[in-house]
């Protein structure tokens, strides 16, 4: 769904819509409006991969019964800086909703707390999970685990998913910084996306069935494997994700879950990790001024941009004009919907 624009949705109409659809497929009335929001608030930001595009996936993934959007996830208190989510075969987001309360206590108490989800279902970009926290002045990390469909550098088999990181910190003067990445040289949206719209891919994202380097989308998507971003560097990130995101949260591998018996399922049944902190504790009172000050030296050392400043630009032009929807995407919706 990243056709041309010619409509532009308010955010709170694009939000109702979606939520419809959640309605219409068996989600909660609590979990659909939380679905909805963090889903429409991917398109907003220009998050296309995981806007609007997943709805069909999330859909596909309800009706096979793989996962269950009625899920009212159990939270347990188990150490004065832990957090412990069993998600019950739901979304990642209502999960981290329903402990996110008993976690900022935890950070307000000790400085630093972890929050540790398993049993869930992550479908969607990590930033709205993380930005949040900054907002407040906190400092937040965040790790989840999806489906094997990389390979390990030099290896022959997919073992990790995509495994995404997101960081975010307070920045004196602008939005937080935030950076959002899969650990993989492409996510595997942005691979779909590009089959679909038959563009190639650049070197060094993927191989074919046979472990042949390739630049089509579509032979890595047909039995192929994506490889993980920066070679042997990469690969210890995606590693460490699973470590994070599966091990310690008692969560399944990116390559332990069976969805076999459930056709149609697309939502990675993984877990996820958090650790927020509260700067203020490092003794540093002007730690959002240092922030900033660091992102300045590498702006006037020539990046162009910082992360996280693209989907800002982006959100602050919807805010104006409203979000880019094309005929064809909106008749889809709203099908849906109908459904
Ligand atoms: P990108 O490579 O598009 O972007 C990664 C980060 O780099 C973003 O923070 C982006 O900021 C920033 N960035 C991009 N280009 C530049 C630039 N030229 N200069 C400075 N910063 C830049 O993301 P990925 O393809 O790796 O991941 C896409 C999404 O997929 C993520 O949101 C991720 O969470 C999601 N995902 C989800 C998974 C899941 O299991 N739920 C699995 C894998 C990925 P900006 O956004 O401002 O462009
Ligand atoms: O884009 O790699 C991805 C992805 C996996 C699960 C959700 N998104």
Redesign the pocket.
Known sequence: MTDAADTYFPYEDLVALLERIFLRNGVSKHNASILAENCAGCERDG?L??GIFRMPGYVSSLNSAWVDGKAVPEVEDVGPAFVRVDAKGGFTQPAFFAARPLLIEKVKQNGVAVLAIRRSH??????PDVEPFADEGLVALTA?N?MACVVPHGGRKAVF????I?FASPREGSAPF?????SSA?????VQIAARSGHELKTGMGVDRDGQPTNDPKAILDGGALLPFGGHKGNSIALMVEILSAALTGGYFSGEFDWSGHKGAQT?FTGQFFVVIDPERGGNNVFAHRVSEICDLVLEAG?????????HLTRAKAALDGIPLSAKNHETLRAMAEA
């Open positions: 998050s991969s995981h992550h479908f969607s970009a990590l930033w989840v999806s998913g995509t495994n995404p997101a935030v950076f959002d990445q899969a492409i996510a595997h949206g942005d990675p990046q162009d941009r910082l992360p996280g400043d693209r989907r």
